[in-house]
Nanobody
Framework: QVQLVESGGGLVQAGGSLRLSCAASGRTFSTYDMGWFRQAPGKEREFVAAMRWSGGSTFYADSVKGRFTISRDNAKNTVGLQMNSLKPEDTAVYYC?????????????????WGQGTQVTVSS
């Protein structure tokens, strides 16, 4: 069992930066693939970024590529999402997700564990 708790959300102006953090419980965190998803009001949950358990492979949605960076610290059981050059369309609730050996990192249904989400609001 893994429990995930996100933090770091907030209100920021367009062009600004935020760093989200996801703290995971469980001794097997280092063997879990990790992902970030987001959901805006009235829209479906969408993939943002993901990283394999080994940390060697990262994947990003086209909409955030070059602006967002996912990272993980297995010693501290945390995964981060650095968000730069934020845009109003990045406004959403951001969720951290985890699962062992995710078949397709960009697909939400392949993740077994989810955090409660943290709100990110980007003003224009």
């Amino acid at each position: 069992q893994v429990q995930l708790v996100e933090s770091g959300g907030g209100l920021v102006q367009a062009g600004g930066s935020l760093r989200l953090s996801c703290a995971a419980s469980g001794r097997t965190f280092s063997t879990y693939d990790m992902g970030w998803f987001r959901q805006a009001p009235g829209k479906e949950r969408e993939f943002v970024a993901a990283m394999r358990w080994s940390g060697g492979s990262t994947f990003y949605a086209d909409s955030v590529k070059g602006r967002f960076t996912i990272s993980r610290d297995n010693a501290k059981n945390t995964v981060g999402l650095q968000m730069n050059s934020l845009k109003p369309e990045d406004t959403a609730v951001y969720y951290c997700a985890a699962s062992p050996t995710v078949k397709a990192l960009g697909v939400a249904r392949f993740y077994a564990y989810w955090g409660q989400g943290t709100q990110v609001t980007v003003s224009s």
